[in-house]
């Protein structure tokens, strides 16, 4: 089975530009998340979908980041501007609801100059 | 008080050595705990799932204790594969933590 699928896998970008980063879940996990990880704040939770509805966005830092899932096989994550302090890796997870077992996708880093 | 916390470590073994991790969360009314491994540039994996009774996948044994709230993960016979970061994770509702991971380094 094919795992959670992120594009692109690498991103360099400068400072004001938009950056959309894509994940493909696992097909039949009805939950989708997007998680953040740098040095300084380790792994944290940016925003999760279930059955494609955005469930919890509290962990979204500001507005300039949105996320949207338009069907159950697909879900982007935007920066508009974007700024040198969104520089990390951008991992998607996703898992099925009887189970709480997480499965990660490979992860964008992205670098903003 | 963070949600979940581990020692960072570095812990550096020689091959064939014992090896424990603790890691502490502060809501007792956690419901699910897992250990993932990450290596170095890649995603996390999932390790284990760690059970109320305890329970064991080869090397490595993962103990949960509810009235201290800290969950542990320790690997025996370190093979140089296992080099990596262990991350504890728990969750309440829809809500996953992760620690900011121990690293471990196993020396020939």
């Known amino acids: 089975d094919a795992g959670v699928i992120q594009s692109p896998r690498h991103e360099v970008t400068e400072m004001g530009q938009e950056v959309t980063l894509r994940c493909k879940p696992i097909?039949?996990?009805?939950?989708l998340f997007w998680y953040r990880q740098t040095m300084m704040r380790g792994l944290e939770l940016l925003i999760y979908?279930?059955?494609?509805?955005?469930?919890?966005d509290s962990g979204m830092p500001e507005d300039r980041f949105s996320a949207k899932m338009p069907n159950a096989s697909f879900s982007t994550l935007k920066i508009q501007p974007s700024e040198p302090r969104d520089s990390a890796v951008y991992f998607c997870a996703s898992r099925k609801t009887i189970s709480y077992e997480q499965y990660f996708g490979p992860g964008t880093r992205l670098t903003v100059t | 008080r963070k949600e979940v916390e581990q020692d960072p470590g570095p812990f550096n073994v020689p091959e064939g050595a014992t090896v424990a991790f603790n890691c502490t969360y502060s809501n007792s009314a956690s419901q699910s705990f897992f250990w993932y491994r990450q290596d170095c540039r890649k995603e996390p994996k999932l390790l284990m799932s760690v059970y109320s009774s305890g329970n064991e996948d080869g090397r490595f044994t993962a103990q949960l204790n509810r009235a201290s709230q800290y969950i542990s993960l320790l690997i025996r016979d370190s093979k140089l594969s296992d080099s990596a970061t262990y991350l504890c994770?728990?969750?309440?509702?829809?809500?996953?933590?992760f620690g900011t991971g121990t690293s471990l380094t196993v020396i020939p």
């Open positions: 979908f279930n059955n494609n509805v955005p469930i919890d």
């Open positions: 994770v728990v969750n309440w509702g829809n809500q996953f933590y």
């Open positions: 097909s039949g996990h009805d939950y």
